[in-house]
Antibody, heavy 121, light 107 residues
């Protein structure tokens, strides 16, 4: 069974840092692209970042570029999101999601349960 | 960035109804369009990818169509468990933007 389990969320002050983790199991993690998507309370989905299976081809939303860093450890089957210089508007549930990218068509076919990040003083 | 607009933002329909949700991209995205369903407190679930391909395990009452800038998600016969928020997402180019969502309620 495919499982994605996020961790690392919590309460942080503005300007602070957090590192989210996403532990993958039940599939060959090293062959899938991976994404982070966030959802502010009561709001819609917002794409944050993606990383290719081999750790290359990284992209970010403009709203997090220069502050967030996506990475992965294929030996540990884990995806990461390092979040620095956090702002109140970064408050959201953060989901990791798997992307098989077959035939060049990106789609998020499995999602974790999400981890809540709250940025507040 | 490619902007994606969904309509309507909310709708209410009865069990057995045929329901259609539309998504319009700000520029041509060929068939790089996905549809997701999200229920309260849960993670999104992929329904349709590449505009019209049904994700494995998704009931056949869900279908997608369109190409270029205009796309449609259709539920052929609405069921009680289809009450949810539906999102389209373009995967033509990053940032992979989502529509604002359509809140579907059962009458």
């Amino acid at each position: 069974e495919v499982q994605l389990v996020e961790s690392g969320g919590g309460l942080v002050q503005p300007g602070g840092s957090l590192r989210l983790s996403c532990a993958a199991s039940g599939f060959t993690f090293s062959t899938y692209w991976m994404h982070w998507v966030r959802q502010a309370p009561g709001k819609g989905l917002v794409w944050v970042s993606r990383i290719k299976s081999d750790g290359s081809n990284i992209r970010y939303a403009d709203s997090v570029k220069g502050r967030f860093t996506i990475s992965r450890d294929n030996a540990k089957n884990t995806l990461y999101l390092q979040m620095n210089s956090l702002r109140a508007e970064d408050t959201a549930v953060y989901y990791c999601a798997r992307d098989p990218d077959y035939g060049g068509y990106s789609r998020l076919d499995s999602w974790g349960q999400g981890t809540l990040v709250t940025v507040s003083s | 960035d490619i902007h994606v607009t969904q309509s309507p933002s909310s709708l209410s329909a009865s069990v057995g109804d045929r329901v259609t949700i539309t998504c319009r991209a700000s520029q041509s995205i060929s068939t790089y369009l996905n549809w997701y369903q999200q229920k309260p407190g849960k993670a999104p679930k992929l329904l349709i990818y590449a505009a019209s391909s049904l994700q494995s395990g998704v009931p056949s009452r869900f279908s997608g169509s369109g190409s270029g800038t205009d796309f449609t998600l259709t539920i052929s016969s609405l069921q009680p468990e289809d009450s949810a928020t539906y999102y389209c997402q373009q995967s033509h180019s990053t940032p992979y933007t989502f529509g604002q969502g359509t809140n579907l309620q059962i009458k």
